[in-house]
């Protein structure tokens, strides 16, 4: 019996590593899914847009990749728009078509890389809006017996860059369709101070605003398609407040944002810069020279390189200001 040739994984991830895969399926419909299952290996990684992933040199088992395509708008009240989209829309483009169609809501969340069935797993969020704050149910397929189900925001579980999918029901389910209410009763974000500077002055469409948040990320976040990367590659730590009054203290300028319950979130980037790794390399992979948060692989890297680099931002932002950091992104 001959082995399956290996799959090349690179151009399936955004940070670009060299990595390969035993097997890749691709599920374009519900209805296949009798016949997929019946030729998967374990263990099982489901495949989105590849945004926020750290694959090992060689993936064993089945790679699905989620091509689930659809989007419609399935109805509206007095207050709202219901717009459903398929896991396998990529999210950008998806945002784009809901603001032309006249239905705003989700502009804050342009140029996100990714896809629909991914955005709520990590629930994804910029620029003080949220995936939850316009969520309003998920279909999900129980990868066990291929039965679905419906997610409602509690169920979901969601919190900053965290949701059930990625705690107790991690590799259970497989998100086929995302259903977004979308308020009729619109109000600009403008919260963040870089859209609110941009925008004085003038008014802020749906559209204007998108096109704000799209020219902000791409002055300071670098585009997977030139230089590889997974977005912020750390959460922001929360700290408690005494902690943060201690840090305050000994360090000016730090970045600081106090959290409804009492908790206050620290910015990852600041820490990482003045650790003294913006635009510091290890090897192939390095933290960005525009935004320190993000890790890039200038080419070649694997995921031993992504662990090294991780482990050494850790480690002397750990030193200096006694904050663990937290790696973002998935690893297979
Ligand atoms: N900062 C630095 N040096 C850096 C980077 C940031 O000093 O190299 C400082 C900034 O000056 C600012 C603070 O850190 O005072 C926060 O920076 P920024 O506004 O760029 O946002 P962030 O906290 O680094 C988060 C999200 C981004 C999201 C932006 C805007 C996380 C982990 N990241 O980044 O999300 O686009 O806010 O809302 O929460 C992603 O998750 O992939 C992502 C890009």
Redesign the pocket.
């Given at each position: 019996m001959s082995l399956p040739a290996p799959v090349d994984l690179a151009p399936l991830h955004t940070l670009g590593l060299r990595a390969s895969a035993d097997r890749l399926l691709t599920l374009t419909s519900i209805e296949q899914w009798p016949g997929i299952h019946a030729q998967l290996t374990f263990p099982l990684h489901i495949l989105g847009g590849g945004s926020?992933l750290v694959p090992s040199e060689r993936v064993a088992g089945t790679v699905l990749k989620v091509e689930l395509k659809g989007r419609q708008l399935l109805g509206e009240d007095e207050y709202a728009w219901y717009v459903a989209a398929a896991a396998g829309e990529n999210w950008h483009d998806f945002v784009q078509w809901t603001l032309a169609q006249g239905w705003p809501g989700l502009e804050n969340l342009s140029l996100?890389p990714g896809t629909v069935g991914a955005a709520p797993i990590q629930n994804?969020?910029?620029?003080?809006v949220e995936l939850k704050d316009r969520f309003h149910a998920l279909s999900a397929m129980n990868l066990a017996d291929g039965h679905s189900c419906i997610f409602t925001p509690e169920q979901c579980s969601f919190a900053?860059?965290d949701s059930v999918f990625k705690q107790g029901e991690v590799d259970r389910w497989l998100i086929t369709e995302v259903l977004f209410r979308l308020p009729k009763a619109w109000q600009p974000m403008l919260d963040?101070g870089?859209l609110r500077q941009q925008l004085a002055g003038q008014t802020p469409t749906p559209q204007v605003v998108a096109e704000a948040v799209i020219r902000t990320?791409q002055s300071?976040?670098p585009d997977p398609a030139q230089l590889g990367n997974?977005?912020?590659f750390?959460?922001?730590p929360r700290v408690d407040a005494a902690q943060a009054d201690a840090l305050r203290a000994r360090f000016a300028g730090l970045?600081c944002y106090p959290q409804p319950d009492g908790t206050v979130k620290l910015?990852?980037?600041?820490l990482?810069?003045?650790a003294g790794w913006?635009g510091r390399s290890l090897g192939p992979v390095g933290m960005?020279e525009?935004?320190?948060?993000?890790l890039v692989n200038h080419g070649g890297a694997t995921a031993s390189d992504v662990a090294a680099l991780m482990a050494a931002v850790k480690a002397d932002v750990l030193a200096r200001f006694g904050v663990a950091l937290q790696a973002?992104p998935q690893w297979w």
């Open positions: 926020n996100i994804i969020g910029a620029y003080g900053y860059r963040y870089d990320r300071k976040l997974a977005g912020s750390f959460h922001n970045p910015a990852a980037g600041w990482i810069e003045q913006k960005y525009k935004q320190a948060l993000v973002e």
